[in-house]
């Protein structure tokens, strides 16, 4: 099956500086990329998702890039705020025209501080 | 994602005992999802459904049940079979769309095991 790796576990920045994290995905039938962020206790969200055909996406200070050959995904969050701070989550599906089965990664925990 | 609701927020459970945790949607969504979150880790999805009175394991099924008797509707039962049920139990649900759709999650069930 599908399996996602996630880095890194953990990551600190300064209020403003940009912050990157990074995906892996296994299966090259994968084609439905999403970003979860989940604050602590809370369910998580969608922030931005990215398909197979597209290389990149923008929104706001938020953006995510897609290499297939790679098979690898990014999400890049610039100008950051102390309100960015949560865990993300990355997910990889490949099921087109049936319930998005998503495999997630492990997570990556955020703190900006000021 | 304010339209799918999980009850109880906590959950308290002796060994030996099955419990049923509740999820509603007033999405219109024909997909509904169960997923396990456990402490560092990722979401790891347990049972899935695309359509009434029918659904599908995931990669943790062991120990769990569901049925999908409504469209609204679909219940997880955690099983005396599952060995390690303590953990935070998160539901969702989507549109069948090409490609895969945006899943939204409910505020989770806390289920704790004596």
């Known amino acids: 099956g599908e399996n996602v790796e996630q880095h890194p576990s953990t990551l600190s920045v300064q209020e403003g500086d940009s912050a990157v994290i990074k995906c892996t995905y296994s299966d090259s039938a994968s084609n439905y990329f999403p970003w979860y962020k989940q604050e602590l206790g809370k369910r998580p969200q969608l922030i931005i998702d990215i398909r197979s055909n597209v290389g990149e996406k923008k929104d706001q200070r938020i953006a995510v890039t897609l290499n297939k050959t790679a098979k690898h995904f990014s999400l890049h969050i610039t100008e950051t705020q102390p309100e960015d701070s949560a865990v993300y989550f990355c997910?990889?599906?490949?099921?087109?025209?049936?319930?998005?089965?998503?495999?997630f990664g492990t997570g990556t925990r955020l703190q900006v501080t000021l | 994602d304010g339209g799918i609701t999980q009850s109880p927020k906590y959950l308290f459970r002796k060994e030996g005992q099955n419990v049923t945790l509740s999820c509603e949607q007033n999405l219109n969504h024909d997909a509904m999802y169960w997923y396990r979150q456990d402490p560092g880790q990722g979401l790891r999805l347990i049972y899935y459904s695309q359509i009434v009175n029918d659904f599908q394991k995931g990669d943790i099924a062991e120990g769990y049940s569901v049925s999908r008797e409504k469209k609204e509707s679909f219940p997880l039962t955690v099983t005396s079979a599952q060995k390690n049920p303590t953990a935070f139990y998160l539901c969702?649900?989507?549109?069948?769309?090409?490609?895969?759709?945006?899943?939204?999650f409910g505020p989770g069930t806390r289920l704790t095991v004596l």
């Open positions: 969702a649900s989507s549109i069948l769309e090409t490609g895969g759709g945006q899943q939204f």
């Open positions: 997910a990889a599906s490949k099921y087109p025209g049936t319930a998005s089965k998503l495999t």
